[in-house]
Structure formats: structure tokens, C-alpha cells
């Protein structure tokens, strides 16, 4: 991700979440590198952005701070994809817990979270506002 890509991620990010983050934490995101790895999908035919991650990579852990793709592009497996590459990535690097948060309201998400391995380790009561709502957190312990 790019400071030129902004404008197409906040879009996506507007189109995904109740509370979207400011283009100021996305622009956090990209300075905050070598620990932030903020990352766009690029439709290889369209040249646009189609979805993002972002998450962080300290030592052996990595916590997933936001991943979304764009409604015209999901249920075609591009998230799963992404996540199981990402994964593949991070363990090849030595990394041994992947963690993040999740609404439970996000049935899609919490869905292809637990189809990839990730086992729940707790509420955070309170976590999400607008509207407000507890988060599960998740955890996916990679082996060598």
C-alpha cells in the first residue's frame, strides 16, 4: 500500500465497516513499516485496488489489524486467498501466533476465520463503537 492508494482503500474501507478508520491511521499504517505491513490487492485486469490487509509483524507475533474487500469482489474467495498467503508468509519468517478481533456480527468473517484454523481466545467486552459491540479475538498457532 501507497500513500496514491488511499483514495480507492478508503472507499473499500467505507464500503465494509460501520467505523471506518480515517485516512490518517491508513497513512500511520504506511510510515509505521518495518512493523506495519500495510498491503492492496490489485485486480490484475481492472489495475484498481479490490481489497487490503494490514497487520502487524513483531518478533513471533502478528496481530491482523483490517482486511476488507470491495462488495463486488467477495464471495469469490480473494479473502481466503490473501489470509492463506499472509499465513504462509508469516510462518515461513518464524512466526508462531496470528492473532485478531472480529464483531461477532461479522458472520462471513468469523466464518472464514474459523475455516482457516483460528480458535477463539476471548471477548473484549465493549471493544467496537458505532455500533458498539464486544469483539472475539482469535488466535492461530503455526507450527514449523
Known amino acids: 500500500m501507497e500513500e496514491k492508494d488511499l483514495a480507492q482503500v ?22 509505521h513499516r518495518p ?14 485496488v479490490i481489497g487490503y490487509i494490514i497487520f502487524w ?12 474487500i470491495h462488495p463486488d469482489f467477495r464471495r469469490m474467495g480473494i479473502g481466503e486467498r490473501v489470509l492463506r498467503q499472509v499465513i504462509e ?4 519468517r518464524g512466526a508462531r501466533l496470528i492473532t485478531l478481533e472480529v464483531r461477532p456480527s461479522n458472520t462471513a468473517a468469523v466464518t472464514l476465520y474459523k475455516k482457516l484454523g483460528f480458535k477463539m481466545m476471548g471477548i473484549r467486552k465493549g471493544y467496537y463503537t458505532f455500533p458498539p459491540e464486544d469483539a ?3 488466535g492461530l498457532r503455526l507450527t514449523s
Open 35 to 48: 512493523i506495519s505491513f500495510p498491503l492492496v490487492i490489485v485486480h490484475e485486469t481492472l489495475g484498481r
Open 136 to 138: 472475539i479475538v482469535l
Open 89 to 92: 508468509e508469516v510462518k515461513s
Open 10 to 31: 478508503l472507499a473499500i474501507e467505507h464500503l465494509s465497516f460501520p467505523n471506518p478508520w480515517h485516512e490518517s491511521t491508513f497513512l500511520g499504517e504506511i510510515q
Open 57 to 68: 509483524a513483531i518478533s513471533e507475533d502478528v496481530q491482523i489489524n483490517n482486511i476488507a
